[in-house]
């Protein structure tokens, strides 16, 4: 299973910028969906995630303003963010929860970091 990551980039202050995930592979289900992002020198920390019924989480500080919504269909999963601010410059990883047999466990798996950089 491999997740790929896409749509970090450079924005100015105010912009907006959509980020997706999507994952390949042989596998079962995905369940839980999310983004996550690191600042330099800091731990990851949760932005947004889904479920597959669609129950939806947010940061505090992106309420309002992130969007995450997925494609059961396509294992996708897109970030939209919109009002993005300096302090939004982060490197972003999205995570799945997945299940590889219909009597198994779920793993988590990462997607490689995308660099979101907000400019002032």
């Known amino acids: 299973v491999q997740l790929q990551a896409s749509g970090g980039g450079l924005v100015q202050a105010g912009g907006s910028l959509r980020l997706s995930c999507a994952a390949s592979?042989?596998?079962?289900?995905?369940?839980?969906m999310g983004w996550y992002r690191q600042f330099p020198g800091k731990q990851r920390e949760l932005v947004a995630d889904?479920?597959?019924?669609?129950?939806?989480t947010y940061a505090e500080s992106v309420k309002g303003r992130f969007a995450i919504s997925r494609d059961n269909a396509k294992d996708t999963v897109t970030l939209t963010m919109n009002s993005l601010d300096p302090e939004d410059t982060a490197v972003y990883y999205c995570?799945?929860?997945?299940?590889?047999?219909?009597?198994?466990?779920?793993?988590?798996?990462w997607g490689q970091g995308t660099l979101v950089t907000v400019s002032s």
């Open positions: 995570n799945f929860y997945i299940q590889q047999r219909s009597w198994g466990q779920e793993y988590s798996y």
């Open positions: 889904i479920t597959r019924g669609g129950m939806t």
């Open positions: 592979g042989n596998f079962y289900s995905v369940n839980n």
